[in-house]
């Protein structure tokens, strides 16, 4: 075998990861459209509307909202419960900080628990042990697109009389025991930021089968008009302007077009990488879950054994990196480590602030998981590198199995 890329050899990978976002004359004649429209906004305009229809229809739920970002999806949602100041709900340590961030920005109380190794996704035994009389809500993200196990994590929301806000920021299309990721709790949220399985550019949009919700979230995005009332100057409770403009709407509208066939492609690609992985020694893919239907793969997650390797985690990460794949070591800080979190003080949100645990031993008590995933083991894919064609995802695997086979080498890299 040639000898790695990091030590002057040849790169296994020689094709460009694919590009993203993906579009053509569709996105472009559909902003022109709007543009010559004159309704640029959602007051004025029927775009955002019929978007909203059709994501409702393709997550089988009877409403969707599109509002200008996932955080502010997540964070109407819970303005939606009307959570009294300081009530506590459970998400995990190994997310995107906006999870946690969009609790805090609801004046509540973000409790970590811990997630499981095998979907690296709230672990409902860990929720449990978690709960107080102050806890309203689960919020389990769907990490990378791996639906989180909606059976357990549903069992103890309704034993505990809980809502289940999704964050389904990775998750659009994923699907557990064949029912669609966003439909299966409370309310659904997903990011349509750039970066995103679905994507325009900055977006959110918000799911939920319970019309009562529906028309306070409608509200909350709306200075606080209610639906189908024609004054515009009728405010009828507390809201602000998080509305999606029409060109957003006017490019998820395309996407959406697109964004079957690239799930399949994507979750296909992650299947074929599952099964190489299993044979690549000092590599493992998240295994095989019952009710696991479908995985939107935004990332595609897998651990590294760095005991086999020999070296840390982000050695063998680098390696890759130059054969030529993107990847990354995933969430390595945990929310509760970054600095906004470990004072404890978030400002105005004194209702957040007040029985929120800033110590970040007790938390890590609480998450082993989440800490040897965040630390040491855990690594990812961008959705990108699934978008390639079966000679792209070759080459993946063939940069991982040189990587183990040389590892011998990679001390030497340091
Ligand atoms: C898990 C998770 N939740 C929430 C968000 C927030 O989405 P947005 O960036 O659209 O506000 C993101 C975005 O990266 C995310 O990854």
Redo the contacts with the bound molecule.
């Keep these: 075998m040639e000898q790695l890329a990091v030590l002057g050899g040849p790169a296994a990978r020689t094709s460009a990861s694919p590009e993203w976002p993906i579009f053509d004359d569709l996105e472009k004649d559909a902003l022109i459209s709007v543009v010559s429209s004159g309704e640029w906004g959602r007051l004025g305009g029927d775009v955002t509307q019929k978007v909203e229809a059709e994501f409702a229809k393709l997550t089988t739920c009877k409403h969707a909202l599109a509002v200008n970002?996932?955080?502010?999806a997540?964070r109407l949602a819970i303005l939606a419960l009307n959570p009294p100041a300081g009530a506590e709900i459970i998400c995990p340590a190994y997310?995107?900080i906006?999870?946690a961030m969009a609790i805090v920005e609801a004046n509540c109380v973000p409790v970590f628990a811990d997630i499981e190794r095998s979907s690296l996704c709230l672990d409902a035994r860990s929720v449990e042990s978690v709960i107080t009389e102050r806890t309203i809500a689960i919020m389990p993200?769907h990490?990378g697109g791996v639906p989180a196990d909606m059976d357990a994590l549903g069992a103890v929301a309704e034993k505990h009389g809980l809502a289940i806000i999704e964050?389904a920021?990775?998750a659009h299309l994923s699907t557990w025991r064949n029912k669609q990721i966003g439909a299966l709790g409370t309310i659904g949220c997903f990011?349509?930021?750039a970066?995103?399985n679905l994507n325009c550019g900055?977006?959110?949009i918000i799911t939920t089968n319970d019309t009562a919700l529906y028309a306070r979230l409608s509200a909350l995005q709306n200075n606080g008009r209610i639906p189908g009332d024609p004054s515009r100057y009728r405010h009828a409770v507390l809201g602000g302007n998080y509305r999606m403009t029409e060109f957003q709407a006017a490019i998820v509208g395309c996407q959406l077009q697109r964004l079957d066939v690239q799930t399949v492609h994507r979750f296909e690609n992650g299947k074929r990488l599952n099964a190489a992985l299993s044979g690549i020694p000092g590599f493992a893919p998240l295994p095989d879950r019952d009710g696991e239907t479908l995985n939107a793969y935004h990332l595609y997650c897998f651990s590294i054994d760095d005991t086999f390797f020999g070296v840390p985690r982000d050695t063998v990460l680098g390696a890759l990196r130059a054969e030529g794949i993107s990847c990354g070591p995933g969430y390595a800080t945990l929310v509760y480590e970054h600095d906004a979190f470990t004072t404890g003080d978030f400002g105005p949100y004194s209702g957040a602030s007040n029985g929120y645990t800033k110590s970040v031993e007790a938390n890590r008590a609480k998450c082993p998981v989440s800490d040897l995933v965040a630390h040491r083991v855990g690594a990812w894919l961008p959705m990108t590198e699934l978008m390639a064609d079966a000679s792209g995802i070759d080459e993946i695997i063939h940069a991982l199995e040189k990587v183990s086979h040389l590892r011998n080498y990679l001390a030497s890299t340091g």
């Design positions: 970002s996932g955080q502010t997540l997310t995107f906006a999870t993200v990490l964050d920021s990775h990011s349509l930021q970066s995103k900055e977006g959110g």
